[in-house]
């Protein structure tokens, strides 16, 4: 990607969660919204559910911790593909940490467990140590201000 280009990015939020009242009660009003994205399918949310959202829908903690699995990932597959390493499976199980302080708080960190197949004969240390790379070009884990860990497990080879 050539260096100086800027990238931009548009959605609609919009509170769905009005339709079943106003905000007249803390405990009782909907968290309900949907994001839009021009030309991309719509996605229902809510808050989490330990802020009184509902649990069976999307929140922005868990479209947090999505971003930087999935930056990760789409980083990595990239850079494999630029140095011949065939990953033939990718799976990650990320968690996030979020400290509440008062009225708001912040997220403390992000640990990545990505699980990592590569083709037979492939580099396991080459592999492993691409991690590091990837994370270094992530769009999202450069933008954040709390760390982003990775523990990988490379098989194959």
Known sequence: MPHGQDHHYEIQVTWTGAAAGGT???????????ADFRGKPSIAGSADAAF????????PEDMLVLALSACHMLSYLALAALEGLEVIAYMDSASGTMQQEGRGGRFTEVVLRPQVTVAPGS???RAKALHEEAHKTCF??????FPVRHEAVISGG
Not at 24 to 34: A, E, G, I, L, V
Not at 52 to 59: M, W
């Open 24 to 34: 007249q009660n803390y405990k009782t009003y909907s968290r309900k919204f949907r």
């Open 123 to 125: 580099d396991l240390a």
């Open 140 to 145: 999202i884990a450069n933008s954040v201000n």
């Open 52 to 59: 009184r959202g509902d649990p069976a829908l999307h929140n």
